[in-house]
């Protein structure tokens, strides 16, 4: 890979200096890819995030049908693919044995382009170019992959005439590691305005992930649970949550993370990145005639509908209840049914 002229360092220099004013609501949107393109001059321009390609029977055609990955065009190049139909291309692509679909599903976090993997006779051949590049009047594409988490993230750069050049390589290859600083950067900010104003609105106990478990944001609520649980004062996790975090991401368990202490109880819950905390006080045990009365109740059936249902009097279902009531420390039906996490407003008694 040659080394950058002088010239082309300066620019480099300067697009990473500004790069961070370029993006709008995503770091690589609008006037980032204008700006991308100055670098490095392309017929059109896009980045793709969450990308990778399905395997197996029919999946790019339902990949594909259903959106495909999250796409964003240099401003000026949005309809340049307007007129395809990627659910029916993208078949027909993967049934040929396209040595473009092969390097791309190779993967690798590095930049490469058609024409040092496929000569000019074998590219023309291939369904890719006469489907995805020859009707727009391209002649070669070149790709960066980024390693972000989830996924990876993917630029691609096509063009017509003559091919990206080696030092279109050495200009990507420059900035792999600076635009992956920059999407976790952004990412940071996202999460962390997501999670003030879920605080503005909230007193949730919740705590927001970042790659490799660092906790991106915790609650006061989340802090306080953690540390009254744990007793690990830190930034970090305890010990006993990453542990969890890693059987649920080996696939070992996909239960709560539930933690008893004395008469009261954490359970830990993980929902698209974020660790949700509860803390549920130890019950009394019911027996199986009095859970199976509260859960009717919680259906909204009133006494007499339980009864009849249970083949028992309406005087029964009540000293059920009444029983119910006094292992609760609750005097009303809909308290009972709260407290045990009914499915439904319970009727009044009756």
Not at 153 to 173: C, E, H, I, P, Q
């Amino acid at each position: 890979m040659p080394e950058l002229a002088p010239g082309d360092s300066e620019r480099l220099l300067h697009f990473v200096a500004e790069a961070e004013s370029f993006g709008g609501d995503h770091p690589f949107e609008g006037e980032f890819l204008t700006q991308l393109g100055r670098l490095i001059p392309a017929d059109w321009i896009g980045y793709a995030d969450r990308y990778g390609l399905p395997e197996g029977p029919g999946a790019l055609e339902t990949y594909y049908a259903d959106g495909g990955p999250t796409t964003f065009a240099r401003p000026g190049d949005e309809g340049f693919y307007s007129g395809m139909d990627w659910a029916a291309v993208m078949p027909a692509v993967e049934a040929e044995d396209c040595p473009i679909l092969q390097r791309v599903r190779r993967g690798g976090y590095a930049t490469f382009k058609i024409s040092d993997f496929v000569g000019r006779r074998e590219l023309y051949r291939t369904s890719s170019f006469k489907l995805l590049l020859e009707p727009y009047g391209l002649a070669d594409s070149l790709e960066l992959r980024l390693a972000i988490e989830p996924g990876e993230g993917k630029f691609t750069f096509d063009r017509g005439g003559r091919d990206f050049s080696a030092r279109d390589l050495a200009v990507l290859d420059a900035l792999n590691r600076h635009l992956v600083q920059l999407y976790r950067k952004s990412e940071s900010r996202r999460r962390l305005r997501e999670a003030l104003a879920l605080h503005e609105s909230t007193q949730a106990a919740v705590v927001l992930l970042e790659a490799g478990h660092r906790v991106a944001f915790a609650s006061t609520a989340a802090s306080e649970l953690l540390d009254g649980y744990f007793g690990e004062n830190g930034v970090g996790l305890p010990d006993a949550v990453v542990s969890w975090l890693g059987e649920r991401r080996r696939g070992a368990t996909d239960e709560p993370l539930r933690v008893d202490v004395g008469g009261r109880s954490l359970v830990v819950e993980l929902v698209d990145g974020a660790l949700l905390l509860e803390e549920q006080q130890d019950l009394p045990r019911l027996t199986p005639r009095e859970r199976e009365i509260l859960d009717l109740v919680a259906e909204g059936r009133t006494n007499a509908e339980i009864a009849e249902r249970l083949w028992v009097s309406p005087v029964t279902v009540r000293k059920h209840l009444e029983n119910v009531y006094a292992k609760l420390g609750v005097h009303t039906r809909t308290a009972a049914v709260a407290l045990i996490g009914g499915r439904s407003r319970p009727s009044e008694d009756r």
